[in-house]
């Protein structure tokens, strides 16, 4: 149950508005709570004001020694409420009279507990009240207890402490009905909001379900199939839309895949077809001279080179893939390393009277992995050659660009077409698929320009057909000048 998301949403949402309905019965419990002492104080002590007002007035109009427990008789007459007690105690502690040794005069019944007035809680606030002019605290009697005021007062020449004690039973109800009141609202809130928060779960994540059953039916045989987006602007939109990016993504790297496999098992056929096709010629006759054995050799190693050939850059854009080519830095001069390219592929430009030429330019020391990079340019310089006719030129520049190199290779060729630029970096792409694939015409199995491209990319850099039209092709790799203290000072 705990593993649907829906069904977890709804508990946090549940707990959650449960603690905050808690909180908020408990804050306004406590602040109506409050308000009620505060009324009960602010009641009791305007009480005392008319009552010793009363008191002051009757003890004028009596005379005799006990005018003072007269004058207070009268003044409780006047002044009983249900559930109070009056009462007025000497300093010392002796009471004078209060409400419980005066009869009622109207329908006011004292429901005050004989001893209320000797109890101990009641003697303990008695005792506090001597301390201050005006004393509030709580006196123990009934069930709900009094809310007791006293507060000190003179006459003729003698101090009296006026208690006067509410019932709390009043408030303790009130608060009893607010509390049950409580206590019944809060359930049933808290059941009528996790309903309407499951069903509001359920229809919001109504659309994730939907798109998580979509995409658990997509598959190698429908990759072409995308989540259908109902809003673009909110989450779900945005999480479909990443979804069929990832979709697009994936389509593509599984097109390319099947592409590398089918261009990978036609480039390996052709000389594993002449492999075994000369070998079988070769066994076929029981008799042949040693010039037919070397010729057939020949044949096998030359077709066994090109497989070895194409098997090494298989393996070298598979580790780049996988990004476990690690790459060997060191210090270097790049002006330095396209010279000896350059004079290593002279001997193929001699081959066709092509003219092989780099410019001269400043030193270019640069920190980067020698291996690769010549790699790179012998196979630009390879490609420049292969595509150039006899008797053209092929020119090698590099220069300072910022806080770049930019390393040119220019060739004198036909150009490649404007609609197959953009493919020339894919793998076992060629822009001349009618080129034959003789022993003498040069033809490459299209993985060169790849490997080269992410040579560049591997040192932060980045390989560009910078242009290309009916005279001839440039290639620039552009590389971080950086180079470290020992070598620009070599």
Known sequence: MFDSVRVRLTLWYTVVLALVLVALSLITYFIFWRSTVQRTDASLAELSDAFLTTLDAEEN??????????????????????????????????????????????????????????????????????????????????????????????????????????????????????????????????????????????????????????????????????????????????????????????????????????????????????????????LSQQARSAEEYRESLGVLHQEAARLTHIVEDLFTLTRADAGQYPLQPRDFYLDELAAECVHSARTLALAKKITLNIEEATESPIHADESLLRRMILNLLDNAIKYTPVGGRVTVSYRRAGKEYALSITDTGGGIPAELQPRIFERFFRADEARSRGENDGGGAGLGLSISRWIAEAHHGRLELTQSDATGSTFTAYFPATASTSASSG
């Open 61 to 282: 109009d009596q005379t005799g020694p006990d005018s003072l427990k007269h004058a207070a008789q009268v003044a409780i007459t006047e002044h009983r409420f249900r559930d109070h007690v009056f009462a007025i105690f000497e300093r010392s502690g002796n009471l004078v009279v209060s409400s419980q040794d005066v009869p009622s005069g109207n329908s006011v019944t004292d429901s005050s507990p004989a001893g209320l007035l000797s109890s101990v809680s009641f003697r303990r606030f008695l005792e506090a009240s001597v301390r201050a002019d005006r004393t509030f605290g709580e006196v123990k009697g009934n069930k709900s207890g009094y809310r007791g005021f006293a507060r000190q007062f003179s006459s003729e020449g003698q101090a009296y402490t006026l208690v006067i004690l509410q019932s709390l039973h009043p408030q303790q109800e009130m608060l009893e009905e607010v509390a049950s009141t409580f206590a019944w609202m809060i359930p049933i809130a808290i059941l009528l909001a996790s309903g309407g928060g499951y069903f509001l779960a359920r229809k919001s994540l109504a659309p994730v379900v939907a798109m998580s059953s979509h995409a658990g039916r997509i598959g190698a045989a429908n990759l072409h199939e995308r989540l259908a987006v109902q809003n673009e602007k909110d989450e779900l939109g945005q999480l479909a839309r990443s979804f069929n990016s990832l979709l697009d993504r994936l389509s593509q790297s599984f097109e390319r895949q099947q592409r590398f496999m089918a261009d990978a098992s036609h480039e390996l056929r052709t000389p594993v077809a002449i492999l075994r096709g000369e070998s079988e010629v070769a």
